[in-house]
């Protein structure tokens, strides 16, 4: 079955390291974004990729970084830089229009700091 | 970018019929009307999609008026399970999915 595989599901991090979230999918599609969640709120766009080797930072960039090596693969790494990285992300990819069926999305992973 | 407003939250019974408004009065000409349903601890998943008049399919029903200024997410005969968020999205597909904005969406709670 096509998807989009995040890894790990529950992730833990000490203060002042640099974690890196998984995102994979085998649904051939160009475009790639990373979300993030908090409690009760909406979906807030980190960085997107429309193309391999290419990616541009959405609304909360900071303290975030990513690569697109390949179609497939949009892993996201948290830095020691991101304040407050206590969150729920979202990785989802689509078609590069959205015309048939949007955004698919991940199952999520959730990052707690401790 | 469009702008929406939605409820920011709806109770209904299960078995009645469930409708939702969203408010996008800047609409531009090219731009579609998505509606997204997330569950706890899930990524969103598209319900359905529409440019105007009426669009239906096995899961909603999709409202949007001649002006195109809202539209109205219709859930029938909802169960304890469509206990959700619902996003509403406006933007214009053909250009990619990064313009488009996640508000914070209707919490949707079904009782027995």
């Known amino acids: 079955d096509g998807g989009i595989t995040q890894s790990p599901k529950y992730l833990f991090r000490k203060e002042g390291q640099n974690v890196t979230l998984s995102c994979e999918q085998n649904?051939?599609?160009?475009?790639m974004y990373w979300y993030r969640q908090d409690p009760g709120q909406g979906l807030r766009l980190i960085y997107y990729?429309?193309?391999?080797?290419?990616?541009q930072k959405g609304d909360i960039a900071e303290g975030y970084s990513v690569s697109r090596e390949k179609k497939e693969s949009f892993p996201l790494t948290v830095t020691s830089a991101q304040k407050n990285p206590t969150a729920f992300y979202l990785c989802?990819?689509?078609?590069?229009?959205?015309?048939?069926?949007?955004?698919?999305f991940g199952s999520g992973t959730r990052l707690t700091v401790v | 970018l469009a702008k929406t407003t939605q409820p920011i939250s709806m109770d209904s019974y299960e078995g009645q019929e469930v409708n939702i408004t969203c408010s996008h009065n800047?609409?531009?000409?090219?731009?579609?009307i998505t509606w997204y349903q997330q569950f706890p601890s899930q990524g969103p998943r598209f319900i359905i999609q529409?440019?105007?008049t009426k669009v239906t399919n096995e899961v909603a029903s999709l409202f949007i008026p001649a002006d195109r200024k809202s539209s109205t997410l219709s859930l029938p005969r909802v169960s304890l399970s469509d206990t959700a968020v619902y996003y509403c999205?406006?933007?214009?597909?053909?250009?990619?999915?990064?313009?488009?904005?996640f508000g914070a969406g209707t919490r949707l709670f079904v009782k027995a």
């Open positions: 800047n609409i531009a000409t090219n731009d579609y």
């Open positions: 649904l051939n599609h160009d475009a």
């Open positions: 999205l406006v933007g214009d597909i053909n250009t990619g999915g990064f313009k488009t904005i």
């Open positions: 990729s429309q193309i391999v080797n290419d990616f």
């Open positions: 529409g440019y105007k």
């Open positions: 989802a990819s689509s078609p590069r229009t959205l015309l048939v069926d949007g955004y698919t």
